[in-house]
């Protein structure tokens, strides 16, 4: 059973009450002990302001001698006056004042006579600069003949001249009660305000039921990933728990099932896989070792049953069957590394010199270059290290160059040379002669394909050795690749120069 404190009309009442109970207070308080205060305090401080301002003012000799030859009239303008107060300064040689407002009679024996009831001379002696007092004067005192309240800063200058400091109460007064009016419309703006906050409040307890409903209604049509947001202890905190609780329970069971379901569609798919695999595989290899077979078997019956009855004749039937069952040896060895690629053989990685490795290559197969009548150039004379597997990219160049070789043009020319990357080295090789179709460049490095397989016959070629180029640079998670130029076709692969640690 829920605790009395945890309810929901009980929580918006107390934040109801609290929230008005507060407002009313901070503008009873600013209204009632700060306003007035403030603007006494303020225009005392504006006063002491102004006579600093004074001071400076008549320490400049320069100034005094300019009041005293009627060269500056009034003081206005001349003194900066925050508290915009009456400025009035006597020489106490002559008793004559200088004042920022113009003097009458009256007025003048009226600051005089103040400044005796301050008795001004004894600042000199007590330390004191000046002092600020409220004083009511009356109308025949003023030169408007109207009287009233002021705040006055009786003092002494540093040149010993007396100076009086007038401003008005009412502007203290006329401040106070329009800052008052003013935190009586802050007051009503705060209720407004607070009215807003309640409302907000009421809709922040609507929600969680609004998208406890929507869950619900997603819960029925079987969607149990959403849960609800709870953010209270009350009841409906509760109620969002004991939702999310079913929800959680009813999507474990789901999930459940779905992987299991999943799992078991899986295990159908790569039985399938597997078993495609091994069919085209079958295929392949049946395909691959067909002809040869069929040609070891045709010149075995010929030997059988006499055919060739000569020496020669018997050493050329040897020898067919020979390079027939070598070609089938050369294509199981490459399944056989191909196999060992595939299933993740470890690489050896050494610092090495592939321009080293290049030369060595290409002189190794140079009397296929003779046969072919072709001219291969490889310009680059300065080392490369290169990281990698040198065995590996061993095989990689030979089959590059071996496939370059038997597609050049008669007479033809085959290039090798660098481009160099960022911490990476392109090696391309090129062969002129017939270009390859768009649709056989994306699918020359898949096992067992021929781009003419009529062709690749003549020269023994069994699909298997750019896809062992492919598995060589995959493990070695390099760039490779292939595209045609205008006179010919280039074929590339990337190697590392630099240790990656």
Not at 13 to 29: A, G, K, N, P, Q
Not at 94 to 109: G, P, Q
Not at 370 to 377: L, P, T, V
């Amino acid at each position: 059973m829920l605790r009395i404190s945890h309810s929901i009309r009980l929580k918006i009442s107390v934040i109801v009450l609290f929230s008005t109970f507060l407002t009313i207070l901070i503008s009873w308080s600013v209204s009632s002990h700060f306003i007035e205060q403030f603007y006494v305090t303020h225009t005392k401080n504006s006063l002491v302001s102004t006579y600093e301002s004074c001071n400076e003012f008549f320490n400049d000799v320069e100034n005094v001698r300019n009041l005293k030859r009627d060269k500056i009239v009034s003081l206005y303008g001349y003194i900066e006056n925050p508290a915009s107060a009456s400025i009035y300064v006597i020489d106490p040689q002559n008793f004559k004042v200088y004042s920022s407002v113009k003097l009458n009679d009256i007025a003048t024996l009226a600051i005089q006579s103040l400044v005796e009831d301050y008795d001004v001379s004894n600042f000199k002696y007590s330390g004191k600069k000046y002092k600020i007092v409220k004083n009511i004067v009356s109308a025949t005192e003023t030169e408007n003949k109207v009287g009233g309240s002021y705040y006055d800063l009786v003092g002494l200058l540093d040149n010993n001249f007396v100076i009086i400091l007038r401003t008005p109460l009412e502007q203290v007064t006329e401040s106070s009660i329009f800052t008052s009016r003013l935190f009586m419309v802050t007051s009503l703006s705060m209720l407004i305000v607070e009215l807003l906050i309640v409302l907000y409040i009421s809709n922040m307890f609507s929600r969680p039921i609004i998208e406890m409903s929507r869950i619900a209604k997603r819960m029925s049509d079987l969607d149990f990933s959403a849960r609800v947001n709870v953010m209270s202890n009350d009841e409906i905190g509760d109620l969002g728990k004991s939702m999310n609780d079913l929800s959680s329970r009813l999507e474990d069971s789901i999930r459940d099932l779905k992987s299991a379901n999943l799992e078991l569609s899986n295990d159908i798919r790569e039985k399938e896989h597997i078993e495609e695999m091994r069919s085209e595989f079958l295929s392949h290899v049946s395909h691959e070792l067909k002809t040869p077979l069929a040609i070891i078997q045709g010149y075995a019956e010929g030997i059988k049953s006499g055919v060739a009855d000569d020496p020669e004749t018997m050493n050329y039937y040897c020898d067919v069957i020979s390079d027939e069952a070598a070609k089938m040896n050369s294509l199981v060895m490459k399944l056989i590394d191909l196999n060992q690629l595939e299933t993740g053989n470890d690489l050896s990685i050494e610092h090495f010199d592939v321009t080293k490795l290049i030369d060595e290559t290409i002189k190794n197969s140079s009397i296929l270059l003779q046969d072919k009548k072709a001219e291969i150039e490889f310009n680059e004379d300065k080392a490369v290290l290169v990281w990698a597997d040198t065995f590996m990219i061993e095989e990689v160049i030979t089959n590059y160059l071996s496939n370059a070789i038997h597609y050049v043009s008669d007479n033809g020319k085959i290039k090798v040379w660098y481009d160099f990357k960022k911490d990476t080295v392109r090696v391309n090789v090129y062969n002129d002669g017939q270009q390859i179709s768009d649709d056989d460049l994306d699918k020359l490095f898949i096992k067992f394909y021929k781009s003419d397989p009529a062709r690749t016959r003549d020269y023994g070629g069994s699909g298997i050795g750019l896809s062992i180029v492919a598995a060589i640079m995959n493990a070695h998670d390099k760039d490779f690749g292939v595209y045609n130029t205008d006179t010919g076709v280039v074929f590339y692969f990337e190697l590392d120069t630099h240790s990656e640690v």
